[in-house]
């Protein structure tokens, strides 16, 4: 068997503002919300965040058009990088 699962869970469960007196220095406390304390997941500034879902349909097809050129540069020129190392181990010019 584990350690793991040998070792005994010693947390309690709290809401911190359930139970605002108990101090997690000076015991060990697993922070569990209650459903009324639960703190939400939207931000301040979420609202101001524009996401369409025609944007994240076609931000793949974008962005592969966009990348292509780039793309081509680099492995163009790490092909020739390649080749000319090639030559030079061979003793001859590319």
């Known amino acids: 068997m584990s350690e793991l ?5 010693l947390a309690s469960s709290y809401c911190p503002r359930c139970e605002p007196e108990r101090d ?8 569990c919300w209650c459903e009324e304390h ?10 101001r965040a524009i996401v369409g879902g025609g944007v994240l ?10 990348n292509r050129p780039w793309c081509e540069l680099v492995h163009r020129a790490m ?5 000319s190392s090639l030559g030079e181990s061979s003793g001859t010019a590319p």
């Open 5 to 9: 699962t040998d070792t005994p869970n």
């Open 24 to 31: 997690p220095v000076h015991e060990i406390l697993t922070v």
């Open 38 to 47: 639960r703190p939400t997941c939207e931000g301040a500034d979420d609202a």
């Open 57 to 66: 349909d076609s931000a793949g097809e974008v962005n592969a058009a966009t």
């Open 79 to 83: 092909h020739s990088k390649s080749l």
